[in-house]
Each structure stands twice: as structure tokens, then as C-alpha cells.
């Protein structure tokens, strides 16, 4: 099992910026990838980021590229989540996934369906 804790999110003005932190403990060597998902009130769960625990490889999804910064402490098994420029559309709870390298089918790093361990998540709003 791997545990899963995310912080730093909270209320924010358009253009403003927050750290995200997500915190894994447990058997977090069964995990190779960790990612960022966000939910918004009426709308399905959407991908955001996603990065290997060697943090050899980084995805982004387009909407945040460019703003948003992914990377991973591993001696604190932490992954940050760095935002700048932050939107009004970036409002929405975020969420931290990791996988399972025990999987023997294993979806895209950027789907919901590839993560096996999810936080609570941290709710970020951006004002306009």
C-alpha cells in the first residue's frame, strides 16, 4: 500500500502562485510514476501532470504547460507541483495518484485508470 497526502493548496488571485506537495509513505517502491489530477465541480477528473519517481520523464497536459512545474524529492518521497500564472480555470480540487509497478496491464500515464493510490485531495481557488 502507499499512502498518499496532499497540501498547499488555497485561495488565490488570478496570475498568483502555489506549491502543491504530495507526500507518499508506505511501499511507495511498488510506485514508478506519480500524478497530478483536478477535478472541478460538474466536470469529470482531468490530468495534469504526471512524473516518474527517478524523475527521468515529466508529462503535461497542454492547458498547463508552461506554468506548472512538476518534480519530485525522493529522499523526501514528495512530488511538488509547482504553479504559476495561476487562472480562474485553474480552480478545481487536486488530486495525487501513484501507480503500481504489480500491474500487468498498465494504461497511459496520463489516464485516471493507470493509478492505483489516490490522496484526499487540496482544493485550489483562483479569483479573477
Known amino acids: 500500500q502507499v499512502q498518499l497526502g496532499e497540501s498547499g493548496g488555497g485561495l488565490v488571485q488570478a496570475g498568483d502562485s502555489l506549491r502543491l506537495s504530495c507526500a507518499a509513505s508506505g511501499r511507495t517502491f511498488s510506485s514508478s510514476a506519480l500524478g497530478w489530477f483536478r477535478q472541478a465541480p460538474g466536470k469529470e477528473r482531468e490530468f495534469v501532470v504526471a512524473i516518474t519517481w527517478s524523475g527521468g520523464a515529466t508529462y503535461y497536459a497542454d492547458s498547463v504547460k508552461g506554468r506548472f512545474t512538476v518534480s519530485v524529492d525522493n529522499a523526501k518521497n514528495t512530488v511538488y507541483l509547482q504553479m504559476n500564472s495561476l487562472k480562474p480555470e485553474d480552480t478545481a480540487v487536486y488530486y495525487c495518484?501513484?501507480?503500481?509497478?504489480?500491474?500487468?496491464?498498465?494504461?497511459?500515464?496520463?489516464?485516471?485508470?493507470?493509478?492505483?493510490?489516490w490522496g484526499l485531495g487540496t482544493q485550489v481557488t483562483v479569483s479573477s
Open positions: 495518484a501513484a501507480d503500481s509497478v504489480r500491474r500487468t496491464v498498465v494504461p497511459d500515464i496520463r489516464t485516471p485508470a493507470r493509478y492505483v493510490y
